[in-house]
């Protein structure tokens, strides 16, 4: 790895956003420490070199605009609470997509940050299966991350890279490198089903499915073998009576299958029919109240029945959370990312000759707006840490395109 960075151009730059991806499910403070230091970095190498990647395109613009819009909708919030916070956010994943996108890293370095990557979600299972099996939390989840749900987010992302990975390299592969790669894989698969978290678990499946589908051109085993794991995983949870089992059992026989986020969904629409073009600022949805709700109903002439409401720090929606905080000017920006993010996946998929590099990258990139956009449905996905992990992926990916121009349409 030492070599890998002293071979590299910029050792400095490529050494803290290998330790971003190292710290980011770990420890807090390093992980904010190698954000500043990779981007203080960045921009020196690129002002010294009169090089920031390369003409301005339709990406730049979108995140600029993506960026921009955070900051204008939290300059238009009706409360003072955390919105600058929740731009900052936006700013610091919006950030690290540019600059990995304009960085031209080579094969050596984006293995190096994906290697990174996958390490450090090994070493912070770690302690998360410990607390887990001691019982101090029901459900594992990564102690950087935090609450399981957001835990088993950024495990359902891991899980896809790793998924590409393994498909990727596989005959490439010696015995040894492919019983060390299986038993990564069963980790990921065994730790995502111990978040109990229904949404994560399924929409994980449907991506290893969908990442097998995407492989037939190229090679047919990985999507046998991806049916026979999703097949083989989900009889074993049932037959354990796991909590995931127990807990989709538990909120089906009260009739509470979206564990009472219609209530929580019903309290944001109320803010949105209030402020519809700005929100209420980013991370702002706490400030949402029963009070402010039966206030804001009574002056639109419509009736209030607080058992059709119930408030939180966030919306458990990625699309919900974004119109209720950000407003129309919010949710078209972060449509605008998403919708790009599908196309060039789409139209820049990679040939069945393509390298296996190139295959792996653009797996790490599906998998981050495939458990984004569907996870989103029902839970804050591109929220810190899991945002970072997506975001990061994808400059990755896009990194690697210039490279090959013939696939550009």
């Not at 990916?397 to 490279?403: A, E, Q």
Request: aromatic fraction near 12%; proline fraction near 3%; charge should be positive.
């Amino acid at each position: 790895m030492l070599a890998d960075l002293k071979s590299t151009r910029y050792p400095v730059e490529v050494g803290l956003l290998v330790a971003l991806a190292f710290f980011l499910p770990l420890l807090e403070a390093p992980k904010n420490l190698a954000w500043l230091g990779f981007a203080a970095a960045w921009l020196w190498n690129r002002a010294s070199a009169r090089d920031f990647g390369g003409r301005w395109d339709l990406w730049d613009t979108l995140i600029a605009c993506w960026i921009a819009s955070a900051y204008v909708v939290a300059a238009f919030a009706p409360v003072s609470q955390q919105e600058w916070k929740g731009a900052n956010d936006v700013l610091r994943y919006g950030s690290i997509l540019w600059m990995v996108k304009r960085g031209g890293y080579g094969a050596a370095e984006l293995r190096l940050v994906l290697g990174a990557l996958l390490v450090s979600t090994l070493a912070s299972l770690v302690p998360g299966w410990w607390n887990h099996l001691t019982k101090q939390y029901v459900a594992l989840q990564l102690k950087s991350v935090g609450h399981v749900n957001h835990s088993a987010i950024y495990l359902a992302i891991v899980f896809g890279l790793a998924s590409a990975w393994l498909f990727a390299e596989w005959c490439a592969w010696n015995a040894v490198r492919r019983a060390v790669a299986l038993l990564v894989w069963a980790i990921l698969v065994a730790s995502l089903v111990a978040t109990a978290s229904r949404g994560a678990v399924a929409a994980a499946f449907a991506l290893v499915l969908l990442l097998a589908l995407a492989w037939w051109p190229r090679w047919r085993a990985p999507f046998y073998g991806a049916i026979a794991v999703v097949a083989t995983t989900l009889a074993l949870a049932v037959a354990l009576d796991t909590e995931l089992v127990a807990k989709h059992e538990r909120v089906s026989a009260e009739d509470n299958v979206l564990n009472a986020r219609d209530l929580v969904w019903n309290m944001g629409f109320a803010a949105w029919e209030r402020y519809p073009w700005f929100g209420v600022g980013p991370d702002n949805y706490s400030t949402i109240s029963l009070e402010r709700v039966q206030e804001w109903r009574r002056l639109a002439g419509k009736p209030f029945d607080a058992k059709q409401y119930a408030g939180t720090n966030h919306a458990h929606s990625l699309y919900v959370n974004t119109l209720v905080e950000r407003g129309v000017v919010g949710a078209l920006a972060l449509g605008a990312v998403l919708l790009a993010w599908a196309a060039w996946l789409v139209r820049r998929r990679p040939r069945a000759h393509d390298s296996d590099l190139d295959w792996l990258l653009w797996g790490g990139a599906l998998s981050g707006l495939v458990i984004t956009a569907t996870v989103g449905l029902v839970n804050t996905t591109l929220h810190h840490e899991h945002g970072i992990l997506a975001t990061l992926l994808l400059g990755l990916w896009l990194t690697n395109l210039p490279r090959h121009p013939r696939r550009a349409s």
